[in-house]
T-cell receptor, first 112, second 110 residues
Framework: ETGVTQSPTHLIKTRGQQVTLRCSSQ?????VSWYQQALGQGPQFIFQ???????GRGNFPPRFSGLQFPNYSSELNVNALELDDSALYLC???????????FGQGTRLTVV | EDQVTQSPEALRLQEGESSSLNCSYT??????LFWYRQDPGKGPEFLFT???AGEEKEKERLKATLTKKESFLHITAPKPEDSATYLC???????????FGTGTRLKVLA
C-alpha cells in the first residue's frame, strides 16, 4: 500500500454537473499529478502541481482545474461534466527531484 | 509529439516461459522512463525508473533495460501472480508531462 489516498472511491454525477476529487499525497512528497484512465487505456496526464502551482499540463480543456494546498494535498475539479468524462481518476505523488511516483487507488467517476 | 507505444497488447505465457515486453518512445527530452504494474481496479504500482540509455534495473523476476528509442521489460520464469497489465511511461524534461502507453496485458497460466 502506498501513502497516497483518494476520495471518494466511487462517484456518480449527472451531465452538466461539477465534481471535486481529493488526493492526500505521501509524506515527504511535494509534487502531485492527476491522470484520467478510460477502460482498457493507459492513464492520460491531466496536470501536475509543485509547491501549489501548476507546472505541467496535458491536453485537457480548462474545465479541468486543480489546486494544491500547503500540506501538498490536492483537488481535481471538473466543471460541466460530459459523458466522456466517465473514467478512473488517478492521483500520484512524488518528490520533485525523485521521479519515482506512487499512485492512489483512484476515484471511479460515472457521468450519466 | 511525445508518444509511447507498447507491444504486444496482450501476452499469454505458460508458467516458467520467459519473455519480453517492448516500449517504444518518442520524446523531445527524456527526464525518465517508468515501468508500472496495474491490477484490475487498482492504481499503478511503481516498478522501475530508468534515466539514460544503457541503464538496467532488476527486481525479482523482472529486468528493465533502456536504449535511446525503446525499453524492454524482461520477465524470467514468470509465475501466475505476475499476471497484470504492465504500463510504460516517459516524462518530458521540458514540459514535465507524463505520457503513458496503453499497456501490455500479461496472463501467466499455471
Amino acid at each position: 500500500e502506498t501513502g497516497v489516498t483518494q476520495s471518494p472511491t466511487h462517484l456518480i454525477k449527472t451531465r452538466g454537473q461539477q465534481v471535486t476529487l481529493r488526493c492526500s499525497s505521501q509524506s515527504g512528497h511535494n509534487t502531485v499529478s492527476w491522470y484520467q484512465q478510460a477502460l482498457g487505456q493507459g492513464p492520460q496526464f491531466i496536470f501536475q502541481y509543485y509547491r501549489e502551482e501548476e507546472n505541467g499540463r496535458g491536453n485537457f480543456p480548462p474545465r479541468f482545474s486543480g489546486l494544491q494546498f500547503p500540506n501538498y494535498s490536492s483537488e481535481l475539479n471538473v466543471n460541466a461534466l460530459e459523458l466522456d468524462d466517465s473514467a478512473l481518476y488517478l492521483c500520484a505523488s512524488t518528490s520533485f527531484t525523485n521521479t519515482e511516483a506512487f499512485f492512489g487507488q483512484g476515484t471511479r467517476l460515472t457521468v450519466v | 509529439e511525445d508518444q509511447v507505444t507498447q507491444s504486444p497488447e496482450a501476452l499469454r505465457l505458460q508458467e516458467g516461459e520467459s519473455s519480453s515486453l517492448n516500449c517504444s518512445y518518442t520524446v523531445s527530452g527524456l527526464r525518465g522512463l517508468f515501468w508500472y504494474r496495474q491490477d484490475p481496479g487498482k492504481g499503478p504500482e511503481f516498478l522501475f525508473t530508468l534515466y539514460s540509455a544503457g541503464e538496467e534495473k532488476e527486481k525479482e523476476r523482472l529486468k528493465a533495460t533502456l536504449t535511446k528509442k525503446e525499453s524492454f521489460l524482461h520477465i524470467t520464469a514468470p509465475k501466475p501472480e505476475d499476471s497484470a497489465t504492465y504500463l510504460c511511461a516517459v516524462q518530458d524534461s521540458g514540459t514535465y508531462k507524463y505520457i503513458f502507453g496503453t499497456g501490455t496485458r500479461l496472463k501467466v497460466l499455471a
